[in-house]
């Protein structure tokens, strides 16, 4: 996540303002094709392919339009194909800089010969163990990567994660992480990509979408993530009207 400092840290802790998140902190690099529907943006921000030209990312990514362009099919950027965002929707509601309804929806000028990936549909789909993926940095203020990263994160208790952050809303957001010692997370550049539970049959589901936090993998301080499974709706609809 995107760290705040000093005087704004703390200020966004009691007011309840927040910092979008914009590569996988403790993680290992992934295979190629490991994760085949996760895509960079040049905005700086990852998503997913959740139809043949329908990237899902957040909301907060294309606050400034959706003119972007997308790598994706390989876990190393230098090998992948590249479309071009001609078109998207924003979650009704969100507005820009705020951390609510932080999803969008771009169309490519293409369809891409890749696979996608599904969407969480239901509230048994947000409990963790969850994945997290990402070209981000592995570091407060480090660089953001060339290779796919991903690492496992632990569910953070709805309870438990309005403890520590004033702008926590259980009903569309979900917490990950380690939160007695820190240590795993998402960072800058991650912002936008999936959150990943198992579908207990190989595949994956796509439970959250990285949105925002305070550091990067600081204890006490986990990740926050759009739950998918609120939205489901309206994001099908959007990827229908788009694709």
């Given amino acids: 996540m995107r760290v705040l400092g000093g005087v704004l840290a703390g200020l966004a802790l009691a007011l309840g303002t927040a910092?979008?998140?914009?590569?996988?902190?403790?993680?290992?690099?992934?295979?190629?094709?490991?994760?085949?529907?996760?895509?960079?943006?040049?905005?700086?921000?990852?998503?997913?392919?959740?139809?043949?030209?329908?990237?899902?990312?957040?909301?907060?990514c294309v606050d400034h339009g959706p003119a972007v362009t997308v790598r994706a099919g390989s876990a190393d950027?230098?090998?992948?194909?590249?479309?071009?965002?001609?078109?998207?929707?924003?979650?009704?509601?969100?507005?820009?800089?705020?951390v609510r309804a932080d999803w969008a929806v771009l169309r490519l000028d293409r369809r891409v010969n890749l696979p996608v990936l599904r969407l969480g549909a239901s509230p048994a789909e947000d409990q963790g163990p969850f994945t997290v993926v990402?070209?981000?940095?592995?570091?407060?203020?480090?660089?953001?990567?060339?290779?796919?990263?991903?690492?496992?994160?632990?569910?953070?208790?709805?309870?438990?994660?309005?403890?520590?952050?004033?702008?926590?809303?259980?009903?569309?957001?979900?917490?990950?992480?380690?939160?007695r010692g820190g240590g795993v997370d998402t960072c800058d550049g991650d912002s936008g990509g999936p959150m990943l539970r198992a579908d207990g049959t190989g595949g994956w589901v796509e439970a959250g979408i990285v949105s925002w936090g305070v550091g990067c993998a600081r204890p006490g301080?986990?990740?926050?993530?759009?739950?998918?499974?609120?939205?489901?709706?309206q994001i099908t609809a959007a990827v229908t009207a788009l694709d």
């Fill in 134 to 179: 990402g070209w981000g940095a592995t570091r407060e203020h480090g660089r953001q990567q060339r290779y796919l990263r991903f690492a496992a994160v632990p569910a953070v208790p709805d309870q438990a994660c309005a403890a520590v952050y004033a702008s926590f809303a259980a009903s569309d957001m979900l917490c990950a992480g380690n939160l």
């Fill in 19 to 60: 910092a979008p998140a914009v590569a996988v902190v403790g993680g290992q690099p992934a295979a190629n094709q490991q994760f085949p529907w996760v895509v960079r943006l040049s905005v700086g921000c990852d998503g997913a392919l959740v139809a043949p030209r329908v990237v899902l990312t957040a909301a907060h």
């Fill in 221 to 233: 301080y986990p990740g926050v993530y759009t739950r998918v499974s609120s939205f489901v709706g």
């Fill in 77 to 98: 950027l230098r090998g992948a194909v590249t479309a071009r965002a001609t078109a998207g929707l924003t979650a009704p509601g969100h507005r820009p800089g705020s």
